[in-house]
Every structure is written in structure tokens, then in C-alpha cells.
């Protein structure tokens, strides 16, 4: 094949008269330009790229979206319901909590205080007291049907599976978030979390509080009883050890010093009343005067009239004697004054003795209670150690159920004032549209998923596309030259689909499809010499060879020249078709056989002059006429009486006469199917044809889309929107 290929040498000739005017025919080399060998990126080429496989990327694109769709309806929809609380971070002192109460200013809580508080809403105490409030745990949408003893963890976990709880910024809010493929059941879980954490602890905190309340009452009591008890216990002993006061021993103290200070006083009393004693009753035994009389007036007295009594008895008895009745009764008068005076005198003595008397006894009443004192005095040292622990025993069960019944104050004037560590600040609504799936978001992910899936499919199906799609694709790719573009007919021409081809060529002479096949006509006469001969084949069946040779002949025909087209494709037959009334005509086998004359089984086309040689009947020897003699004579026949000679081949892939019937031919020219044909099959065709016996034209491309050409935007084809207009 490459011997083939690169012994082709362009030699292009000026005007000529059909194709037999020119030099001997001869293969000619191809000039091929490689655009790899750029160093810069084609970027027309990647526009071409995209325009071939455009239906590919539309079909990607649009299965990408269509999955994106699908995926978006079969998706749950699920939706999030948003609840939002705020940290206290000031207590406001609404009644005191002590006499001494101050206000004092509080620090904001930190950080950690606030993690603290976001953990603490996801707790097990508030997870268990919102799935016993919304009773989840027999939802069967949140248990999924597990078995009784494990629906209470089936609540938990749908929870924390849909449950998010976060700080929201730097703030003291808290964010709660729930997501349920019920809106109202997200919204009703994210408020009963709020609640709880807001209200539920507040109501927990009042509860805390009343039952510690209640339980310093029924202390409180204990200990009043008890202190009531001690104190008892405590009056009872002072009682029983006659201790009523507390400075009991210094009162006992007091009295024995005074009793001490008064025995003393008593004493010396008692020696001095009784020293008086004896001295007026020494002093009455002598007959002299009584010392203690002297203080006494009426003595005094009495002592006077006994002056005056005696001086007149003497008086008396000095001027009257001693019988003197006047005497007598002077006399008499004396004694009875001193009868008065001794009297006096007794009652004095006796006076001091009874206070002698009085001193003693004062002084032995005085021992008596000295001796009571001390005794009772010991008594209450003794004694006094039992009260001391009584005593204490009773100060420390006041002094508790003091602090008791403080606390206890303190407890009811704080009870209904408590404050809440969080309030509601935007409560969970109802989400009206699901959260997942988003829509948008999945358009906009599926048609980027589309967009690169289809750029790749594009691009990947373009770098294993094996097919030719330009004349470009068959110079670089394969190495021969391009002869030229044979259109669709449904492409250039207007109602052409129930046309036929060969009749449309007639019919529109000035159109791009008509002329295609001129262009093809001067492409094979500038890239051989002297070639009358043309045979027109292809690799695989159904490339358009039998078409294009039927066209190629009748459009020289049509301008002048002698023109023969021999069907040699033996099975499919078919130019043979093209001919109307074939049956019962001679044809090639008759002529090869030497049956008929050449002239004689020709038929003439009416409408261009185009002669036919038709096959008319099969033979098992028809192939050794083909390739043998018989045909070099028919062809040397044919040259002297046509100006070309057109033949139609069989493909060269599964007929391998066709390979003989190549090599009597001046030159050959290979069909492809535009982006059908793969090259892997021209190249094996090619490389079947023995170098130096075929002579290789070039290649055309058949039933290229001119519209969907132009859009790719490479080779001359590229251009046809701008030079269509001169078509008619």
C-alpha cells in the first residue's frame, strides 16, 4: 500500500477533450501538510471536533439532564426547619437571696460556657423528654418499624442522625436545625428542642427548686425539734443542778465573800456585845455605875431626881433627924428612885444581852449559810461540765436550724422568680419547600456533569472515531490524495428525497451536486495522465460507487464526450439496474465470450448518450473473463471507440476480482463513505493493490452532508455556505 501511495506524482494538464487528450497515465505523489506539526493549538480544529459529535454532546448533555431530573423526582424530599435560642449572659436580680445581698457586676460567659450549653441541648435528658412529648418513639416514620423494645433507640438515633445543633458565629445564639422528610414534623421537633432547652429547663430549674424547698422544710422541721429537744434538755439539767443562770458560780462566789465579810462583821460584833455584856455586869456586881447606862436618858434622868432625892433627904434629916416623917418620906422617895435607876439599870444589861445573844446567833446563821454556799458552790462546779456540753449540744442545733431556716427564707422569697439560661429567639416555621433535593442545584450539577461528560464523550468518540470525514482525514491520515466531495442529494437540493441521483443530475445541471461530480471529473484529470480508462471502486459495499460512477458517466457524457460504462460488480449489478428492459439483451459475459459485438449489447442512455455495457446473465466463469484476456480486449476495443471508459468495480475487501479488474484499468479512483466508511478498511484495501499494476487516482468522499460539512469548518466543503449561491 505505501508503495502505491507514495509513488503518486501530481502532473496537472491544461485543456483537454474527455480523458484520453492527455500524457501517459502515471501515479504521482501527494504533498500532505500535517497540522500536528504546528506548535500551536488549533483551536478551529477543537470547534470542528465539536461540531462532528454535536449530537453526541446534545445527547450527553441532555441523558445528564435527564438523569439530573430523574434522580431529582426519585429523591426524598427533605425538608429543614430552623429554630434559633440566645443565651442569657446577664441574671437580673429580681429578689434577694440574703439580708446581705449586693449587686455584682457578672462576667460574660466565655466560650466554653457556651459549647457547654450546645452540647447540652443534644443531651440525653432533653432527647429523652422531646421523644416522650412528641412521642416519637411510636412514629413509625422515626422507628421504621423496629421491634417494640427498640423503638425508644430508634427515636434517639433518627434524631442524631437528623438532628444539628451549632453556635452561630461568635453570637450567644444557638442554631437548631432538624431535617425530616415531613416539613411540619421538622418544625415541631426543632421547636420542642428549643422549648426544651428553654422553657423545659426553666420548668426543671422551678422543680430543682421546690423540691429542694420541700425537702429544707422536712429538714427544717427535723431540726427544730431537735434544737427544741437540746434546749429542754439544756433548762432541764440548769434545773435539776439548780443552774438558772449562766454566771450561776460567780452569784455563788459573791455570796461566800459576803458571807465571809459578813461572818467576819458578826464576830466582832459578838466579842464586842459580849465584852459589854461583862463589863456592865462587872461594873452592876461592884455596885458601881453600869457604863452602858450612861447613854441612857431615862437614867439620866433617874439619876438627876436621885441627886436632888438625896440632897433633900440629907436636907431633911439635917434639920428634922431620922424620925422625921418628911425624912421618911424623902427617904422613901430616894428608894424608889433608886429602885427606878437599878431597874433602868437591868433592863440595860439585859438589853445587852439579848444583842450579845443577837451577834451569836447572826454569827452562826452567817456559818450556817457559808457552809450552804459552799457546798452548793461545789455542787455547781461539778455540775457544771455536764451543762457545758449540754450547752453546746444546743447552740449547734440552733445555730443549724438557724442556717436551715435562712436558707429556707431565702428559697421561698426566690420561688416564681427564677430565670430561664435561654429564650426563644426565632422560632421553627414550617419550611414551605423542601431543602433536598435542590432542584437548582442539581440543574446546574447535571448540566455540568452534561457539559464535561459531553465535551469528553465528544472528544473521546472523535479520537476513536475511525472514520474520514475530510479531505484533510484522507491526505494525513492515509497518505493518498483527495480528489474531491461528492454531496448528499437531500443536502444541496430542495425535495430531494424521493429523487433519484443519476435523474437529479440531469434535471439540475447547475447545482452543487451536478457539479460536484465535474469537479471530481478535473480532479482525476489534473492527478493522472493519459487515463481513459477509470475504474471506480471502494472498499465495503454501500460506499456509493455504483451512483457515483453511474453520475461521473453520465455527467461527461452530458458534455460531448464518448463515454462507455461497463458494470464489472458481477453479484450486485449495479449499473445493470440502471438500464430499463435488460432482460433478454447480451451483455458483458456475451461480449467477453465473443457472442456478441461490443456495439450490439451497448445500450444507450436518451438522455445524455452515455453508452452502457450491462451484465445480463451469470456464469461460473464469469470472473476468469473478467480478469483474463477477454477483458484487456474489450478494453482495447473500448479505448479506440470512447473518449473514457467508466468501470464499476466490485469492493476490494470481499471480492478479490476486483483487485485484477484494478490493474487494466489507467486509473482508479476509491469512493469512501463520508463518516461511515473506517479508514482501518481503506487502508486494508489499499494495501491489497499491488503497486506497480494499479494506478491510484485518489479518493472521494461520497454523501458527504454539505449543511452539517460546512459546521465542521475544515477543507473546501467548510466554505459552501458562502459559494452555494452560485448553484441554481
Known sequence: MSTAVNTLESSAVGAYRGLGDVMPARLVETRTTSAAGSDRIDLKFLVGIFRRRS???????????????????????????????????KTVAIAPTSSNDRIVDQQAPNDAFVDTQVAQVTSSENINAVIARLRLDRDPAVTADAPPAGQHAAAIEFLHRHLSVQRIGSTYDIGITVDS???????????????????????????????????????????????????????AYRIAHNLLSTNQGALTEQEI?????????????????????DAARQQLATGGNVGETVASPAIAALRAQQSTAAGELAALEARYGALHPDVIK????????????????????????????????????????????????ARSNSAKTGLQDLEKKSETSNALY???LNRYKELTAREGTEQADADMLHPASVPLVPDSPHVLINLILS?????????????????????????????????????????SLSSVMA???????????????????????????????????????????????????????????????????????????????????????????????????????????????????????PVSTRSNQASELLTGDEMDRLLDAARAQFHAVIIDTAPV???????????????????????????????????????????????????????????????????????RRYYA
Open 330 to 377: 424623902a427617904r422613901a422617895a430616894l428608894r424608889a428612885i433608886n429602885e427606878q435607876v437599878a431597874g433602868e439599870t437591868r433592863r440595860v444589861i439585859a438589853g445587852l444581852e439579848a444583842k450579845a445573844n443577837a451577834s451569836q446567833q447572826r454569827l452562826g446563821s452567817l456559818t450556817g449559810s457559808l457552809s450552804v454556799s459552799r457546798g452548793a458552790f
Open 55 to 89: 449530537g453526541l454532546f446534545v445527547s450527553v448533555l441532555g441523558s445528564a439532564l435527564a438523569l439530573g431530573a430523574v434522580v431529582t423526582a426519585v429523591q426524598p424530599r427533605i425538608y429543614v426547619a430552623h429554630a434559633d435560642v440566645t443565651l442569657n449572659n
Open 402 to 404: 438557724e442556717s436551715y
Open 181 to 235: 422528610p415531613s416539613a411540619a414534623q421538622a418544625a415541631t421537633i426543632a421547636n420542642a428542642f428549643a422549648e426544651q432547652f428553654t422553657r423545659g429547663a426553666l420548668n426543671a430549674k422551678r422543680e430543682d427548686a421546690r423540691q429542694t424547698t420541700a425537702l429544707i422544710a422536712a429538714r427544717l422541721d427535723q431540726l427544730r425539734n431537735q434544737a427544741l429537744a437540746d434546749s429542754a434538755a439544756e433548762q
Open 495 to 613: 425535495r430531494a428525497g424521493t429523487r433519484d441521483p443519476a435523474q437529479a443530475l440531469i434535471e439540475s445541471p447547475r447545482s452543487a451536486f451536478a457539479e460536484s461530480f465535474r469537479s471530481l471529473r478535473a480532479s482525476i484529470a489534473m492527478n493522472t495522465t493519459k487515463a481513459r480508462i477509470i475504474a471506480i471502486t471502494s472498499s465495503l459495499p454501500d460506499e456509493g460507487k455504483t451512483t457515483t460512477s453511474i453520475c461521473l458517466a453520465r455527467s461527461m457524457a452530458a458534455s460531448g464526450d464518448r463515454v462507455l460504462l461497463i458494470d464489472c460488480d458481477l453479484r450486485r449489478q449495479g449499473v445493470s439496474e440502471f438500464v430499463p428492459d435488460r432482460e433478454g439483451r447480451p451483455g458483458l459475459i456475451e461480449v467477453l465470450r465473443g457472442e456478441v459485438a461490443l456495439q450490439d449489447a451497448v445500450v444507450v442512455d436518451p438522455a445524455t448518450g452515455l453508452s452502457i455495457l
Open 447 to 487: 448540566l455540568a456533569v452534561g457539559l464535561g461528560l459531553g465535551i469528553a464523550a465528544a472528544f473521546l468518540a472523535e479520537l476513536n472515531y475511525t472514520g474520514i470525514t475530510t479531505g484533510d482525514d484522507i491526505e494525513q491520515r492515509l497518505g493518498v490524495r483527495y480528489l474531491g466531495t461528492i454531496p
Open 653 to 723: 475487501l470481499p471480492i478479490a476480482d476486483a483487485r485484477l479488474v484494478l490493474g487494466k484499468a489507467d486509473a482508479s479512483v476509491f469512493v469512501v463513505r463520508w463518516r461511515k466508511t473506517p479508514d482501518s478498511a481503506l487502508r486494508a484495501a489499499l494495501r491489497l493493490l499491488p503497486g506497480n499494476r494499479v494506478q491510484l487516482a485518489g479518493v472521494a468522499l461520497t454523501r458527504v452532508d454539505m449543511r452539517r460539512q460546512a459546521r465542521f469548518g475544515y477543507g473546501q466543503d467548510a466554505f459552501y455556505h458562502s459559494y
Open 257 to 277: 465573800s459576803s458571807y465571809n465579810q459578813g461572818m467576819a462583821q458578826a464576830r466582832a460584833e459578838a466579842a464586842e456585845d459580849g465584852a459589854r455584856l
